[in-house]
């Protein structure tokens, strides 16, 4: 066993640093308030995602041949981690090299990937992802959105909500229904935005304008090759996705930063003197680090090409833990961060209220945990 | 980073296992509250598997891991002092090895018994003596999963060791957090059993979301802090350790009344060994100061 990160690792984040210093705007912790789905942080990131990409730190988890460095997990993890920290610069488009691309690698036709990968690569594209629905939630599978065959297109109804990105992005990555079959009648759609019949609306949301919105497809015609992978291949490719994304968010990593940060706002003020604010700020950092170590146990076995399958829900829900208390810490010892005096704590606090509830709910994995890991006989239906 | 265990540390945990086999299938009935076993102390020690932290090769981690699987079994030794600590004082001082917090001697400790090693440990630094019988009073009647001793005298005649403080504080945390690991990771186990099995309502316990969940929470617990406290052991860094030891309290108050509970009235009796387990944790609460003492110590470390 081994913690120490290699010369090279503790390079790749230094760069990643140095560069992170030299490009943001000086007004950026300001600025980075903007959730990482408004309009202000997807223009901005159009043009960090620009810089990123000529130096080579836009894709380089991905393979050689599509213009990546094919560097491994860890390598990917220090980016997730730097940019997370950093407010999320890459805007929606992490999103995009994290997993939509590997799926298109994995699963897109090569018209799919001339058309689609190299904006990707180049920085300049925004998707979306239309999963959720009104109806259809943690229960995915009863989703509602059909997509009608008719020749040698598909005519999509049904709505689709809390779609990120939707309101500036170029393409959605569309999942609907095809036939009744409740997992096998899943497909997956790539459909351009300015498609005629799809109408955006907006959600105001706690976690900063611009954020989630609602999606109406109103009799959407899609040609039938904009269909990835075959029909009623949607559950299997969603799979595959979520191990590019197991882990998700770093959330860890930035609910130290804030920690760190608002430990040492008290101490300037000589309000870290107390014992309760002492033990409560351990409290933050034990749940932060056994979150962290958590999560590096399944990238390590992912570096190792391992299968990685319920342990991540482990990882997911301690990251959950680490980001409410850090979340509550901050609102009991610095108050004032909520009204704006320490932006990078309030740009943390937005964010983490949706820590347990985005990409599958905090009790959701505890479900996946007591299957899947722990082996408990399942829950009747 | 690389968070296998090395083939040292993969043949060093299958030779426990293997030397620890008839003992974890040992019938339980009525165990009492502390099950110490001298026979397995013996053949552990003759194996040199608490000598494994001497060897800078294997060093702590190996060390931790070794303490961390002991623990899981019903049977207890005196395996987290001896394979963490006394590496920082020598090798022939005489087992058990009894920590002791200067200003806290008045406390039940663990392992103590008549020729045991004591160290103190303290602002005044580090010394160890040799208990004698009329320094120790047994509790067996103590509610903890130990045997446990009380310290009726400090003899002002210790062997000072010309080692910081710290380094031993560090160690014991670290310990401490690995023992933690290995019991919340055992209790865990044997309560998923039982819940599995039982049956009411016509269906198993295991079933029921109220159960599952804190179930579920328990093992991204017992996970945490069996990472930390390796992370600790891997850099021996004073804010790790505190961490480590801060996390593996705090899960411990977090999970043992859930696992009694989940037991409903099989879970008070002496004659399910689950007490084993979750009456060891609650000695290691205990440690320190709690998790008060690991908090301010982490805070310290970390943010000075
Ligand atoms: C900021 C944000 C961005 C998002 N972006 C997108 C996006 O881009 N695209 C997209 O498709 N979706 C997106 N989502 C939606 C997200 O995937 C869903 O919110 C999530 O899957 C939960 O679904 P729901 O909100 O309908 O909650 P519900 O399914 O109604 O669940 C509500 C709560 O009930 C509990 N619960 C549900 N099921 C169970 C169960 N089986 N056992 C125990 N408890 C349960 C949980 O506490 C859960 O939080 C986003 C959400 C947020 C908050």
Redesign the pocket.
């Known amino acids: 066993m081994d913690f120490d990160w290699t010369d090279q690792e503790t390079a790749f984040r230094d760069r990643l640093r140095a560069l992170l210093a030299d490009t943001l705007p000086d007004d950026w912790e300001r600025f980075s308030q903007h959730g990482p789905?408004s309009p202000a942080l997807t223009r901005y990131a159009e043009s960090f995602c620009g810089t990123l990409a000529e130096q080579g730190l836009l894709i380089p988890h991905w393979p050689v041949e599509l213009g990546g460095q094919g560097l491994d997990p860890w390598h990917q993890t220090i980016l997730a981690e730097e940019m997370w920290i950093a407010g999320e610069p890459r805007g929606g488009q992490y999103m995009n090299v994290n997993w939509i691309g590997p799926t298109l690698i994995r699963y897109g036709s090569p018209d799919q990937q001339a058309r689609y990968l190299p904006p990707i690569a180049e920085g300049k594209a925004l998707w979306?992802?239309?999963?959720?629905e009104p109806g259809?939630?943690?229960?995915?599978a009863s989703l509602r959105t059909r997509a009608e065959r008719d020749g040698d297109q598909y005519r999509v109804t049904g709505q689709?909500?809390?779609?990120?990105?939707?309101g500036l992005a170029d393409t959605c990555f569309l999942?609907c229904r095809t036939s009744d079959d409740r997992k096998r009648g899943i497909s997956i759609l790539l459909v351009p935005m300015d498609t005629p019949g799809i109408t955006v609306r907006q959600i105001p949301?706690l976690?900063g304008e611009g954020?989630?919105h609602e999606v109406f497809f109103d009799d959407v015609i899609v040609p039938v090759t904009a269909r990835l992978g075959d029909e009623g291949q949607a559950w299997e490719i969603i799979g595959y996705s979520l191990t590019n994304e197991r882990l998700g968010i770093p959330r860890y990593a930035l609910a130290r930063a804030a920690l760190d940060r608002a430990v040492s706002i008290l101490k300037a003020q000589d309000e870290f003197d107390g014992e309760a604010v002492k033990i409560e700020a351990a409290h933050c950092a034990a749940l932060t680090e056994a979150a962290r170590m958590a999560s590096y146990a399944i990238v390590d076995r992912r570096a190792k090409g391992e299968a990685i399958g319920a342990e991540s829900s482990s990882a997911r829900f301690a990251t959950v833990m680490a980001e409410r208390r850090v979340c509550e810490f901050i609102v009991e010892y610095l108050p004032e961060a909520l009204a704006d005096a320490h932006p990078y704590l309030k740009m943390h606090h937005q964010r983490g209220i949706?820590a347990?509830?985005?990409?599958?709910?905090?009790?959701?994995q505890?479900?996946i945990i007591a299957t899947d890991v722990l082996k408990l006989p399942r829950e009747p239906r | 980073m690389d968070l296998s265990l090395t083939d040292d540390q993969v043949a060093i945990l299958d030779a426990i296992d293997t030397l620890t086999r008839p003992y974890a299938g040992a019938s339980l009935h009525e165990a009492g509250f502390a099950l110490p076993d001298a026979q397995l102390d013996r053949d552990l020690a003759e194996g040199g598997f608490l000598d494994i932290g001497f060897d800078p090769d294997l060093g702590a981690v190996s060390a931790a891991l070794v303490v961390e699987r002991l623990a899981r079994l019903p049977q207890t030794v005196e395996a987290a002092a001896s394979a963490l600590i006394r590496p920082l004082l020598g090798g022939d001082l005489p087992r058990p090895l009894c920590l002791v917090e200067e200003g806290r001697t008045t406390r039940p400790i663990r392992f103590l018994r008549e020729g045991a090693t004591v160290l103190l440990v303290g602002p005044s630094g580090v010394s160890t003596f040799t208990a004698t019988a009329a320094q120790v009073r047994p509790e067996p009647e103590a509610l903890y999963g130990y045997p446990m001793a009380t310290l009726l005298t400090v003899p002002a005649e210790r062997t000072l060791h010309a080692i910081p403080a710290s380094e031993v504080l560090i160690r014991w945390r670290i310990a401490l957090a690995a023992e933690a690991a290995g019991l919340l990771a055992a209790a865990l186990d044997i309560t998923v059993a039982h819940v599995t099995d039982r049956q009411q309502f016509g269906r198993p316990l295991a079933t029921f979301?109220a159960l599952r969940?804190r179930l579920a929470q328990a093992q991204v617990r017992a996970n945490g802090v069996r990472w930390l406290a390796l992370k600790a052991a891997a850099t021996l860094d004073p804010g790790d350790a505190a961490l480590a030891a801060l996390h593996a309290q705090e899960s411990a108050r977090a999970t043992v009344y859930d696992f009694h509970q989940f037991f409903g009235a099989m879970g008070v009796t002496l004659e399910h060994p689950l007490h084993l387990w979750t009456y060891r944790l609650k000695a290691l609460v205990g440690d320190l100061r709690g998790r008060g003492g690991q908090g301010l110590a982490a805070a310290e470390a970390l943010w000075g």
């Open positions: 789905a979306c992802q239309g999963f959720s259809s939630g943690s229960d995915l689709k909500i809390w779609t990120s990105y939707a999942v949301s976690i954020d989630i949706v347990g509830i985005a990409a599958g709910a905090a009790e959701i505890l479900n | 979301q969940h």
